[in-house]
């Protein structure tokens, strides 16, 4: 091998590696992007992990509604009034409840009109928040401690999930 095809093999191979760390890298970039940033900032890790409240203190419609719903400021404030009242964010939660200005979270998971998804049918199956939604504390799962939504939780992923468990698929289980 002459010096010249070694300089031009020696690119060639450079720009492959840059090709294809750049498409790993949006592949990483993909898989790390955080969910959607919040009016307020709630980290899920503090109240689940560290002060042990269960999921359905606050998403109380979850074992018995189709929604799992957020709950309203008031709740927050039963721990808030007196609970780092010094933080920016928790400011934020007071002057909500003095102006009667609700929060408004932004939607993470957002079936069309035309599907009715109902939670607690699927919660009184057994099946555990984490197999749909991941684990809302992990940071790695969750970087920025931002709920993202992990799973497809499309009309493929539920149909095969239903199959697998024997549910119905007809096609007004799942649309009116
Ligand atoms: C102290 C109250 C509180 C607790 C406890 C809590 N959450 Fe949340 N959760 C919230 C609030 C507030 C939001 C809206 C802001 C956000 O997305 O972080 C939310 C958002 C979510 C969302 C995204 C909703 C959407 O828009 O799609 C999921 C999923 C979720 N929580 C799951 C869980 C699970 C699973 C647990 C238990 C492991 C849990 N939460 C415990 C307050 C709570
Ligand atoms: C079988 C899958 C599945 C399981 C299990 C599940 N969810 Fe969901 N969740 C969804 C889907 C799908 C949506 C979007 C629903 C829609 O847009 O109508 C959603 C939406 C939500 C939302 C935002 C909208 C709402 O309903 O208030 C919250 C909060 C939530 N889930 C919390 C939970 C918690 C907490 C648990 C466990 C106790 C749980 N989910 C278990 C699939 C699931
Ligand atoms: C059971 C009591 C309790 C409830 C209910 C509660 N929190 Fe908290 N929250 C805490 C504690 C304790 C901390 C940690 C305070 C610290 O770091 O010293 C905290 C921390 C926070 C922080 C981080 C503050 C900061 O700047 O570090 C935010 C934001 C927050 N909570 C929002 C909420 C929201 C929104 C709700 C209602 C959906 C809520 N909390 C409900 C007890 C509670
Ligand atoms: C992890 C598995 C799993 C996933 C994912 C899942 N489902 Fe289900 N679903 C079930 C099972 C199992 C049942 C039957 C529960 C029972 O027998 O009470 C069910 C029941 C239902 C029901 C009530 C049916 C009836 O007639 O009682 C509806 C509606 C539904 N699912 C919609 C959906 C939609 C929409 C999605 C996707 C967004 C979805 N499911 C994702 C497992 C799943
Ligand atoms: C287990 C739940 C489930 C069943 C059963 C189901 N679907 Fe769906 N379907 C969904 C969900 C969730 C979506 C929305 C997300 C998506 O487009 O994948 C959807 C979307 C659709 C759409 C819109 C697609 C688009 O591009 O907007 C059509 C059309 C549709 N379904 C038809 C059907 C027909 C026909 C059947 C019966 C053979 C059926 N579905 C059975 C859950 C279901």
């Avoid at 498409?23 to 900032?41: K, R």
């Avoid at 899920?44 to 002060?51: D, E, F, I, R």
């Avoid at 007071?94 to 919660?123: A, C, K, M």
């Amino acid at each position: 091998m002459n010096r010249r095809s070694l300089i031009l093999g020696t690119g060639l191979i450079a720009a492959l590696l840059l090709v294809g760390l750049g498409v790993a890298g949006l592949a990483f970039a993909g898989q790390m992007a955080p969910g959607p940033a919040q009016p307020v900032n709630f980290p899920h890790t503090v109240h689940v992990s560290a002060l042990g409240m269960e999921c359905r203190f606050c998403h109380r419609g979850v074992d018995t509604e189709a929604q799992a719903t957020i709950p309203p400021v008031e709740q927050c404030l039963f721990c808030h009034v007196v609970v780092r009242t010094d933080s920016p964010e928790i400011q934020k939660l007071l002057n909500s409840y003095r102006n009667n200005e609700p929060i408004d979270w932004v939607r993470v998971h957002r079936q069309p009109d035309h599907v009715g998804f109902v939670h607690w049918t699927h919660i009184a199956k057994g099946f555990d928040c984490a197999t749909c939604h991941g684990d809302v504390t992990n940071i790695d799962q969750m970087p920025l401690g931002r709920v993202k939504q992990v799973r497809a939780l499309g009309m493929g992923d539920c149909v095969n999930c239903h199959r697998e468990n024997n549910a119905p698929t007809d096609c007004w289980t799942c649309h009116k």
